[in-house]
Each structure stands twice: as structure tokens, then as C-alpha cells.
T-cell receptor, first 115, second 115 residues
Framework: AQKVTQAQTEISVVEKEDVTLDCVYE???????LFWYKQPPSGELVFLIR??????QNEISGRYSWNFQKSTSSFNFTITASQVVDSAVYFC????????????FGTGTSLTVIP | DVKVTQSSRYLVKRTGEKVFLECVQD?????MFWYRQDPGLGLRLIYF???????EKGDIPEGYSVSREKKERFSLILESASTNQTSMYLC??????????????FGDGTRLSIL
């Protein structure tokens, strides 16, 4: 079974629109980490954020914000006032205490920001 | 900044050839990983290593082997390349063992085509 689900395969928005990328995870562990990565057309995955299971506070970094809700097993990512440079594939990932350093990645959401 | 370097961005090989993909990291990380990325499937773990000469199978190890003779270098080997191994291959490394949940840092990827 897929541990991390990113139901949105592709999203297109017009520049300056807000967009939310969904991530739903599944785990029996009470201790785990969640991650978001960005993969621009150049190919390298860039680490964006890590959140542990005991910290449900939302986080904001510039135009980026993350909403972690354990009750719905979701870790959603919102880009405010999107820009063309935000066009990329975004991956959500899970790391569980039981399996240590192994990551489980979602299938990714391809975001296109239209100028 | 962590630097993970993959030896080739693009590689074309023929069916039946033995193929080596090399990855080097410069941050003294114990953990290293090899993934393949295919459209609609996200990142799938092939092999990983927690230390020199150690290796663990990931989700899709069939048709692959690995070598970790030095801490900074992790090689992926396709013993007899087949067309279904045409893919993007990504190498990653992370902070030392015993400190799980650390972000993985990725190289630029190798786009491998098997003809």
C-alpha cells in the first residue's frame, strides 16, 4: 500500500494565484518525519521542509506555507502568489522511526505556473 | 552546502552491457541511497547503504547491485542492462546513522537510456 499519496498529478495556475499541493500519509508509527522536496526541470531534488510528528504547528517561509494535521494524516503545501520559478515537480515524503533513514515518497505533483 | 555528484547527466547504453553509475558526496555522510524515478511512479528505492561495505535492498533491487568501498562513493551496477531499466536514476546521502529522519540530499540525476 502506498504510504504517501499525492492525488494531484498535474496542476496549472496562472501567475500570482495561490495553489495548494495535497499530501496524505499512512503510518502506524507515532514518531515520524514528513518532508517536502522540489524538483525543478534541472532534475535535482531540493529539500524544502521537515516536520516531526510531535510538532503540528503550521510553518510559513516567505510565500511557502505548510499545514500539518495529524487528525487527517495530511501535510499540505501552499504557495501564495505563485511565480513562474515555482514550476516544478513537488514530492512529499515520510520517514518512520521503525524503518529509520528510509524515505517513502509520493508520486509527485507537477506544478505549472503560467505567466 | 552538501554536494552530491553523479558522474553522468545522460548515458546511453546497449542491452546486455554492464553499466556503472557513480555517486560521490562530500559531507562525510554515512547513509547513501539509489532511487529510480519513472513518470507516475515517483521515486522508488533500489538500494541503500549505512556504512562502507554495507548494503541493504530497497523496494526494487532486482537487476541491480551496488558497491560501497569508500565512504564518499556509492556505485550502482546494472549487471546486464535491459530496456526496462531506462529511467532517471537519483543518488542521495544523509546525516550519520543513529540520527534518523535527517533530510536526504540529492544529486542532479542520471538519465539512462538502454537501447
Amino acid at each position: 500500500a502506498q504510504k504517501v499519496t499525492q492525488a494531484q498529478t498535474e496542476i496549472s495556475v496562472v501567475e500570482k494565484e495561490d495553489v495548494t499541493l495535497d499530501c496524505v500519509y499512512e503510518t502506524r508509527d507515532t514518531t515520524y518525519y514528513l518532508f517536502w522536496y522540489k524538483q525543478p526541470p534541472s532534475g535535482e531534488l531540493v529539500f524544502l521542509i521537515r516536520r516531526n510528528s510531535f510538532d503540528e504547528q503550521n510553518e510559513i517561509s516567505g510565500r511557502y506555507s505548510w499545514n500539518f494535521q495529524k487528525s487527517t494524516s495530511s501535510f499540505n503545501f501552499t504557495i501564495t502568489a505563485s511565480q513562474v520559478v515555482d514550476s516544478a515537480v513537488y514530492f512529499c515524503a515520510l520517514s518512520e522511526a521503525e524503518t529509520g533513514n528510509q524515505f517513502y515518497f509520493g508520486t509527485g505533483t507537477s506544478l505549472t505556473v503560467i505567466p | 552546502d552538501v554536494k552530491v555528484t553523479q558522474s553522468s547527466r545522460y548515458l546511453v547504453k546497449r542491452t546486455g552491457e554492464k553499466v556503472f553509475l557513480e555517486c560521490v558526496q562530500d559531507m562525510d555522510h554515512e547513509n547513501m541511497f539509489w532511487y529510480r524515478q519513472d513518470p507516475g511512479l515517483g521515486l522508488r528505492l533500489i538500494y541503500f547503504s549505512y556504512d562502507v561495505k554495507m548494503k541493504e535492498k530497497g523496494d526494487i533491487p532486482e537487476g541491480y547491485s551496488v558497491s560501497r568501498e569508500k565512504k564518499e562513493r556509492f556505485s550502482l551496477i546494472l549487471e546486464s542492462a535491459s530496456t526496462n531499466q531506462t529511467s532517471m536514476y537519483l543518488c542521495a546521502s544523509s546525516h550519520p546513522q543513529g540520527s534518523w529522519g535527517q533530510p536526504q540530499h540529492f544529486g542532479d540525476g542520471t538519465r539512462l537510456s538502454i537501447l
